[in-house]
């Protein structure tokens, strides 16, 4: 891998066939943003892209929770005139279009993590960094031009920024973008939230979070075979499964996020719930074999030195460069994946497991426990178990009390620490005034968003006349955590 430096900005490159491929990388993505703000980087990258005449290489632009790339292919020439056409963009991005791209925003599906995966960030670290891939935010159309231009003036410079190629910077090569100093992210990395619990979500099916060192060889081999086995079990054998996916987040301070999931066939949410608990509680018992570890490394191999990942090879290096983290070229990969022996796999997945998070299509019940016999428990959004004493509360209208016993069950409380609402079912959720990440307004209605994934809907539907909870609400929360619902979005 070579390296330069073009305009401030480091150039990674390294020769492969086929035409020249060019990545310009910025360390910024979805878990750069607040829930008030998110979808602003998406926004960012459409904007630039808004400026590019009709183009016949390929080119394309993207945001995942870390990084914003503008890739393209083609003739040198092309991609000289594209890196510098998106440079030129972002040094002058045209807010005017705010508007327009706002609605194109809306139409494109912008998700950044599957669905299993996005809840279980959200589970660990709450409406913050990982935690919002699973959220959609207020819409591109609430999303202010102050926070367009901060996001612009913190990420969007050369100090944030790096290219990749796929051969040597062609002549004519300039990337004009303003100075700056790279984010400092170890004031921003989110807290652990919480440790093992399980929960249901609106998801296709099952899904297991591991949290783990984000270059543990271990872990990753033991956690390769465990999805392997969930891939023979649930779709091989028994057929009730279509696809077996997961992920590894960076969470920062050199841990990261190992994600598996799988969908379930209708029907078969429970039973392919149950297996992957089964699955997991075998590797943490009784282990991986050899043959197994040899299987996954050779497929690692196959992938990592084939020349045709170069492009997301030097992907990979320019990430850790622009985060501050050791970068290990495939051989070094591949030598610890060697070192992996059967025992360290077992011990890696059965450590790791003791922090599992695991989420099931609503309407599954587990039990899942440990192998030492520790429950893990079921999410509870708070360890309240009545609602306060002190503040006002407000019961569900008259009529609705009167024919339905769960509306004479719902209590909804705003005291002086915040909102509180009683299901029917007597569970408690609560949502304190210091520690909100949003509120929706609809009309009179007012949704509140907390931080740790709690949230309270204060509606009148639910709630009749709210006219003094949502003065209160009013008054207690900071303007900017505030916005009116999106009119690109049906109310639902
Ligand atoms: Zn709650």
């Known amino acids: 891998m070579n390296h330069e430096v073009i305009d401030g900005i480091p150039v990674l490159w390294a020769p492969a066939p086929g035409p020249l491929e060019a990545e310009l990388i910025f360390g910024c993505g979805a878990r750069d943003e607040t829930l008030r ?8 990258e459409h904007l630039a892209m808004s400026t590019l005449p009709r183009l016949h290489h390929d080119h394309n632009a993207s945001v995942d929770l870390e990084l914003t790339r503008f890739t393209c292919s083609g003739q040198p020439e092309q991609v000289v005139d594209y890196l510098g056409r998106v440079c030129a963009a972002l040094s002058e991005l045209p807010l005017d279009r705010i508007d327009r791209e706002a609605g194109v925003l809306e ?8 669905s299993q995966t996005a809840e279980l960030l959200s589970h660990r670290y709450g409406v913050q960094g990982l935690g919002l891939a699973a959220y959609r935010g207020p819409g591109a159309d609430r999303i202010t031009v102050e926070a367009v231009q901060d996001t612009l003036f913190r990420y969007f410079h050369a100090g ?69 086995r969930l891939r023979d079990s649930a779709r091989h054998d028994r057929g009730l499964t279509y696809d077996v996916g997961g992920s590894l987040d960076n969470a920062g301070a050199a841990t990261g996020e190992h994600t598996v999931y799988l969908d379930a066939r209708e029907g078969r949410e429970q039973t392919v719930s149950e297996l992957l608990w089964h699955e997991a509680l075998r590797l943490a018992r009784d282990g991986v074999t050899e043959a197994e570890l040899a299987e996954e490394r050779e497929g690692m191999r196959e992938v990592w030195t084939d020349p045709r990942n170069t492009i997301a090879e030097l992907g990979h ?3 850790r460069l622009l985060f501050g983290e050791t970068y290990r070229d495939a051989p070094a990969r591949l030598d610890a994946l060697t070192a992996v022996t059967p025992d360290r796999a077992r011990r890696a997945f059965a450590d790791a497991l003791r922090t599992a998070l695991l989420v099931v299509p609503c309407g599954v019940e587990v039990s899942p426990v440990l192998p030492d016999g ?15 004493a002190d503040g006002e509360v407000f019961k569900p209208p008259l009529a609705d009390r009167l024919r339905y016993s769960a509306a004479r069950k ?27 990440a949003a509120v929706e307004v609809r009309g009179p209605a007012r949704i509140v968003y907390g931080r740790s994934t709690c949230f309270v809907p204060v509606v009148p539907d639910l709630i009749g006349d ?18 009116h619902a999106s009119a690109l979005r049906s109310a639902d």
Do not use: K
């Open 37 to 44: 703000t998110l979808g602003v980087v998406h926004l960012v």
């Open 317 to 319: 290096a320019a990430a």
């Open 107 to 114: 139409a494109e599906d912008g998700r950044v993590a599957a």
């Open 374 to 388: 520790t429950p893990v428990p079921r999410h509870r959004c708070t360890h309240h178990t009545e609602l306060p």
């Open 160 to 228: 944030n920024a790096v290219l990749v190629l796929t051969g040597p910077p062609p002549a004519g090569l300039r990337l004009p973008l303003p100075a700056g100093a790279r984010p400092d992210r170890a004031g921003t990395r989110p807290a652990l939230l919480s440790g093992r619990s399980w929960r249901q979500e609106d998801v296709p099916g099952p899904g297991i979070a591991l949290h783990g060192g984000l270059a543990d060889a271990a872990l990753m081999a033991a956690v390769a075979v465990f999805a392997q």
């Open 410 to 436: 719902t209590r909804f409380v705003v005291n002086h620490a915040g909102v509180w609402a009683r299901e029917p079912d007597g569970e408690i959720h609560h949502v304190p005034f210091d520690d909100i």
């Open 466 to 483: 709210i006219g003094a909870a949502t003065r209160a609400i009013d008054a207690a929360v900071p303007a900017h955590l505030v916005y």
